[in-house]
Nanobody
Framework: QVWLVESGGNSVQAGDSLRLSCAASGLRSNSHLVAMGWFRQAPGKDREFVASIRWSGGSTYYADSVKGRFTISRDKVKPTISLQMDRLKTEDTAVYYC????????????WGQGTQVTVSS
């Protein structure tokens, strides 16, 4: 069984920075990962894509709303991913979920429990 554990959520002021981390456990091999990413869900809204990173090549993808402010990175050894969030806005307030796409899965098939990020003005 694979599980993901997020950390780093907090309450901050607009303009501040925050760093989220996600640790993956239970993998038989890190090569079983295709990609990992971050999603978020604000109150009353659907879950939305934030950022992702391809595990082997390291290509990154971002939602337009966070491009230039957020940076996703990975540590292939641990394995973990991080999301550096700079110049936070109130609209970034949401529960942030880490997700993993394993080899053979056509989409993200493993999810963390989420970590709350609250940005106040």
């Amino acid at each position: 069984q694979v599980w993901l554990v997020e950390s780093g959520g907090n309450s901050v002021q607009a303009g501040d920075s925050l760093r989220l981390s996600c640790a993956a456990s239970g993998l038989r091999s890190n090569s079983h990962l295709v990609a990992m990413g971050w999603f978020r869900q604000a109150p009353g809204k659907d879950r939305e894509f934030v950022a992702s990173i391809r595990w082997s090549g390291g290509s990154t993808y971002y939602a337009d709303s966070v491009k230039g402010r957020f940076t996703i990175s990975r540590d292939k050894v641990k394995p973990t991913i991080s999301l550096q969030m700079d110049r936070l806005k109130t609209e970034d307030t949401a529960v942030y979920y880490c997700a993993a796409q394993r080899l053979g899965a056509g989409e993200y098939d493993t999810w963390g429990q989420g970590t709350q990020v609250t940005v106040s003005s």
